[in-house]
């Protein structure tokens, strides 16, 4: 079975700042994928940054990039130059990337930016 | 990636009643998830819809109570029956794109449910 651990409910940054939101994850398959989900008030998810297992380098897409560590079963989430738009639920998530790809979701952190 | 539109966005329910949501799909997609996020929660899956066969439901989550419908590669519905404010949620469904390790997922706007 898959499990994503977010051990952080809440956070508060200053704008401009940088921001780590941690995730670990603990799973049996040899092959998965890590995503990081966005939800606004609104609702809808907004996909971020992807890993896979085999990467070898971090993913990085703009302000978003990926820190991960294999060995310590970790993908946190760096956010550059935060913005006051960035205020939010974050979602870390994983699957299986053979067979059965379900999400399994992380419990969130709620990110506020600070002007 | 895919496109889904998602009906209703929101709906205020008498409880007893029963609401379907629907998803439809720009693309034929293989598997089709539905999710539940309760107030202040992260997302549970529901089940696991694919075209031509009974949906896989999670542990927890039972056929009577969340009847999923597939008919075609590009549609599903989800049913919330017999509704108690216990079932006040978003629900969401959401889709695999790509193939192979050049995948991803798209999701639904979401159906804010208040079941009163």
């Known amino acids: 079975a898959q499990k994503i651990t977010q051990t952080q409910p809440g956070m508060f940054v200053q704008e401009k700042e940088a921001v780590t939101l941690d995730c670990t994850y603990d799973t049996s398959d040899p092959s998965y994928g890590l995503f990081w989900y966005k939800q606004p008030s609104s609702g809808e998810m907004i996909f971020l940054i992807y890993q896979g297992s085999y990467d070898q380098q971090n993913a990085t897409e703009g302000r978003y990039s990926l820190n991960f560590q294999k060995a310590r079963k970790s993908a946190n989430l760096v956010i550059s130059a935060s913005q006051l738009g960035d205020s939010a639920m974050y979602f870390c998530a994983m699957s299986r990337i053979q067979g059965a790809q379900k999400l399994v979701f992380g419990q969130g952190t709620r990110l506020t930016i600070n002007p | 990636s895919a496109v889904i539109s998602q009906k209703p966005s929101r709906d205020i329910c008498q409880r007893g009643t029963s609401l379907t949501i629907q998803c439809q799909v720009d693309s034929q997609v293989t598997m089709m998830f539905w999710y539940r996020q309760q107030p202040g929660q992260s997302l549970t899956l529901i089940a696991t819809?694919?075209?031509?066969?009974?949906?896989?439901?999670e542990s927890g989550f039972v056929i009577d109570k969340f009847p999923i419908s597939r008919p075609n590669l590009t549609f599903s519905t989800l049913t919330v029956s017999n509704m108690s404010p216990e079932d006040s949620s978003i629900y969401l469904c959401?889709?695999?794109?790509?193939?192979?390790?050049?995948?991803?997922?798209?999701f639904g706007s979401g159906t804010r449910l208040t079941v009163v």
């Open positions: 959401s889709v695999v794109v790509g193939q192979g390790l050049d995948y991803g997922y798209t």
């Open positions: 819809a694919n075209q031509g066969s009974e949906a896989t439901y």
